[in-house]
């Protein structure tokens, strides 16, 4: 099988990691975060997870030089618990975005809210009809879909840079209010600290999935770890600034609560209410990234056994319809759960980040696995500390996780057990090997 060529230089790989990470979040979270807590403690929950994603991304960065490969996720997984890891990997990440998917829709709904005021059946139903529209853009194939995510990522920088610039005069007092929070002044439960950094920790997912195109990179020892300090660098400035922001104009009586809180700012910024459906815009093509990716791991797990060998099969034109339609019924069931139940989609965000925290514990347990001398105590030790901070307050929710790693676990066993008794240890591995290969070959064709 031919092998990826080593075509992405740093130049590319941090314009692959930027649009990696900034998308709903850079539009909901500054919003999210004051609907958790207050000013203060919305600022305080954003320096804290950026302190603590710092000891993550090392992690990442010195396992990204270590194995440069397409496999990713997955071979970090292997290394840390053996091939089961693969399994569990992929049902952790499957679950995240069996709810990811329809609280981005909601997120879009939210800002549709604001400008036709719809009612909370509106916005479900709104919801509804972007994820379906994600399904059928989707099915339309690849090409449709990088058309759209050019568009929606050019429209996304400009939306932040007008943000930015004509809203600096909120920049002064969110730094004041910063400077208050830094120093135990104002109105601060450290409850709702927790609660807050734990939603932010939304806006820090992405660096484990850049693992995946870490085998194009060019000059790997010297381009992998730049690529992660510099990239984590802009993106948190990005956001910093705009929670700055944010805290500022709620310090002088704007009111920005909510998924769509950052649509009061564009009361300050030209263009009003066609900036709101720009944001709609990047949103709904965000959910359509969303898609595409769940539905392509939905697609090799089927093809290695992880998932349903329904998943596992292609179109004519070598699309994963299957895999689609299961998302979309999915995406349509939860989002009338959430209406019927009246579940935030905070919550629902929470969830996922919760999945990713529990990834993350396979990813530091792979490091200290292969990493040698004393820093990688420092290391693993901070980044536990940080996951055990961000695990505290989900109490009895870590059942969900715990229930999809045992689940990865069971379907690893029972696709090996049978097999076992009618071939030997070398045929399973070929046959293994050739599932896999052929998993990645087709993904690779219909790109």
């Known amino acids: 099988m031919k092998k990826l060529e080593k075509t992405i230089t740093l130049k590319r790989g941090l314009g692959l990691a930027i649009c990696m990470l900034v998308g709903t979040g850079i539009l909901a979270l500054p919003g999210l975060a004051l609907d958790a807590g207050s000013a203060h403690e919305a600022i305080l929950g954003w320096f804290l997870i950026a302190l603590i994603a710092v000891p993550l991304i090392q992690i990442c ?80 194939g690849m090409k449709a879909i990088s058309v759209i995510n050019y568009a929606a990522l050019a429209v ?20 004041e209010t910063a400077a208050e929070a830094l120093g135990g002044r104002g109105n601060i439960d450290l409850n709702n600290v927790w609660k807050i950094s734990a939603l932010l920790f939304w806006a820090f997912l992405g660096w484990e999935n850049l693992s995946f195109s870490l085998g194009e990179i060019k000059e790997p020892k010297r381009n992998v770890p730049l690529l992660y300090w510099l990239s984590f ?91 689609l339609v299961g998302l979309y019924v999915l995406s349509i069931l939860l989002i009338l759960g959430t209406y019927v139940f009246k579940i935030p989609v905070s919550s629902m965000m929470l969830l996922v980040n919760q999945n990713f925290v529990f990834l993350y514990a396979f990813i530091i347990l792979a490091y ?28 009895w929710k870590i059942i969900y996780p715990v229930f999809l790693i045992g689940l990865g676990y069971y379907r690893f066993i029972s696709r090996k057990s049978p097999e076992k008794s009618t071939l030997s240890g070398k045929e399973l591995m070929v046959r293994e090997e050739n599932r896999s290969s052929l998993a990645l070959t087709r993904i690779k064709e219909q790109q």
Do not use: H
């Not at 956001?239 to 700012?265: C, D, K, M, N």
């Not at 820093?375 to 055990?388: D, G, P, R």
């Open 61 to 140: 960065a010195r396992l990204g030089l270590k194995f440069p490969s397409t496999a990713g996720l997955a071979a970090y997984a292997e290394e840390a618990v053996g091939p089961w890891g693969g399994y569990a990997v992929s049902y952790l990440v499957g679950g995240s975005f069996f709810f990811g998917l329809p609280a981005v829709a909601l997120i879009g709904s939210e800002y549709m809210k604001q400008l036709f005021n719809l009612s909370e059946s509106g916005v479900a139903l709104f919801a509804v009809v972007l994820v379906t529209l994600m399904f059928i853009s989707n099915l339309a």
């Open 156 to 175: 996304l920088f400009l939306l932040t840079g007008l943000l930015i610039i004509f809203n600096l005069d909120f920049l002064g007092s969110g730094l």
């Open 233 to 323: 660098a802009l993106v948190t400035f990005i956001y910093i600034v705009l929670a700055l922001i944010s805290t500022g104009a709620t310090a002088s009586g704007v009111s920005l609560q909510g998924a769509a809180g950052l649509s009061g700012l564009v009361l300050f910024t030209p263009g009003g209410n066609l900036l709101i459906w720009l944001m709609v815009i990047v949103i709904a093509a965000n959910a359509c990234s969303w898609n595409f990716t769940a539905s392509r791991l939905l697609y090799a797990g089927g093809m290695t056994g992880a998932f349903p060998d329904a998943f596992g099969k292609l179109s004519k034109r070598n699309i994963p319809v299957s895999s």
């Open 368 to 395: 200290w696995k292969t990493e040698t001398g004393w820093i990688k105590w420092i290391f693993s030790a901070l980044a536990l500390l940080s996951l055990s901070f961000l695990v505290s307050g989900f109490t």
